[in-house]
């Protein structure tokens, strides 16, 4: 992981104790997706913290609530390579980005990826995403920032994070947090 990443994971930037971990899951080296289901309401945030592997490079990584593939979500990309920059939005998506970064997932180095999902038990507005990601492929790399809104007032009780096509290995860890309210 990034020190920068890093930094942002290690929860120095909320009180000590604020995060409760709700669920690990991980790949199983088959399948192209993970879901977080029956997510509880009783936080303010959820943090999904990833360290993911790819069976094959180049690949997209998509996150959506509830289990909605309606042209729902909007995303941004602002991402670097320390040769390529890059920025990019879409509308009227069936779900927004979760990792992509320059050149996508990797076979070989791990993926750093950092969700925030905001206020996500609102029923009053609709839910926002930033995401921080990152790869250091030894000696080169990327890192990506993401904005997502999923343009539902539901209140999200399940995630789902799924790669364009392949899979994730078995080395493929997601935790999910929830962040308590002020």
Do not use: C
Request: aromatic share 10%; proline share 2%; charged share 10%.
């Amino acid at each position: 992981m990034s020190p920068i990443l890093g930094i942002i994971a290690s929860s120095k930037l909320v009180a000590s104790g604020s995060y409760e971990s709700i669920a690990t899951l991980n790949g199983d080296g088959s399948t192209a997706s993970v879901t977080f289901s029956s997510i509880p309401s009783t936080y303010k945030h959820l943090q999904l913290r990833a360290n993911l592997l790819t069976n094959t490079g180049g690949r997209t990584v998509f996150w959506r609530a509830n289990g909605d593939t309606g042209a729902n979500y909007v995303d941004h990309t602002l991402s670097g390579s320390g040769t390529a920059a890059g920025a990019n939005y879409t509308t009227g998506s069936t779900a927004a980005q979760f990792f992509g970064a320059v050149t996508g997932t990797s076979a070989t180095y791990p993926n750093a990826v950092i969700f925030d999902l905001i206020d996500y038990a609102s029923t009053t507005k609709y839910k926002t995403a930033r995401v921080f990601t990152g790869v250091d492929e030894n000696g080169s790399g990327e890192v990506a920032l993401f904005s997502g809104l999923w343009m539902s007032t539901s209140a999200i009780n399940s995630l789902t994070i799924r790669m364009s096509s392949g899979f994730f290995t078995s080395t493929s860890t997601f935790s999910l947090y929830g962040i308590k309210g002020a």
